[in-house]
């Protein structure tokens, strides 16, 4: 599953179930912690195809 999925589905979890304020705050961390983790991937990808850019002659 990716990320953004994964994410999506979280998201529509807090808006459509009645959560506590701990599983409200568990679900939202889980967000952050998936958001970061895309963020990161993308990070690679792109130090990945400068490297292979510049490798180019």
Request: hydrophobic fraction near 45%; proline fraction near 0%; charged fraction near 30%.
């Amino acid at each position: 599953m990716e990320y953004k999925e994964a994410m999506a589905i979280l998201q529509a979890l807090l808006e459509r179930h009645q959560l506590g304020a701990e599983e409200k705050e568990a679900v939202v961390t889980a967000i952050g912690v998936l958001s970061w983790a895309s963020l990161s991937e993308s990070r690679l990808k792109a130090q990945k195809a400068k490297r292979d850019k510049s490798a180019e002659w």
